[in-house]
């Protein structure tokens, strides 16, 4: 076999090895980047993202015994105690939820937690609903033992807004368009949301976040 003939024999075995691999890559794109990077995407940046639309618990992972069901599109607890965990962890977000507790509800969301099975006011930033907490430093509109709120404000027995941002050590809640609190703390980094039922009836109906 001639030089020239050898080139021509190599370069078309390196051709005929490459194209398994790019059929094989095409294939797993076809199922969307997600798939080949084995989890999906977080939120695009500035993109508003349904977490919990009252019709699906399909983003959560119920957490201890509470009685979370979806009813007249809401997701319902009032016996029980435990958590909606976010399937995926973010860092920097703004995340908005609607809800509605009875006036006796012990409730929160609960943000950037360390260990999604033990979720607590330690190892998460919880934005309490609490207006008949014993001690109302940190009741409704407060980050739990972080920050209390700058106006006391009641959530019991209506639908209310919580819009709440975490963007580096900035923390600002926003309840009903009040911001109650605007604190800065760099305890915890990142890590899942969490919807708690502690007491009482509570109520959860809409979700969203967007990435930062």
Known sequence: ???AMKVEVRKRIRIAAAVPLFLLLAALYAFGPEYLQGQAK???KGK???LFDGKSMANWNPTGNANWRLMGGAVVADKGMGYLVSKNSYKDFEVRAEFWTSNDANSGVFIRCADAQKVGADNCYEVNIFDTR???TYGTGAITNIAKPSVFLKAGGKWNTYDITAQGPHLVVVLNGSKTV???NSKLPGGPIALQAFAGTVKFRKVQIKSL
Request: proline content about 27%; hydrophobic content about 40%.
């Open 1 to 3: 076999m001639n030089p």
């Open 42 to 44: 977080a939120p695009a």
């Open 48 to 50: 508003w993202v349904t």
């Open 134 to 136: 014993p001690d109302p």
């Open 182 to 184: 605007d604190t800065m």
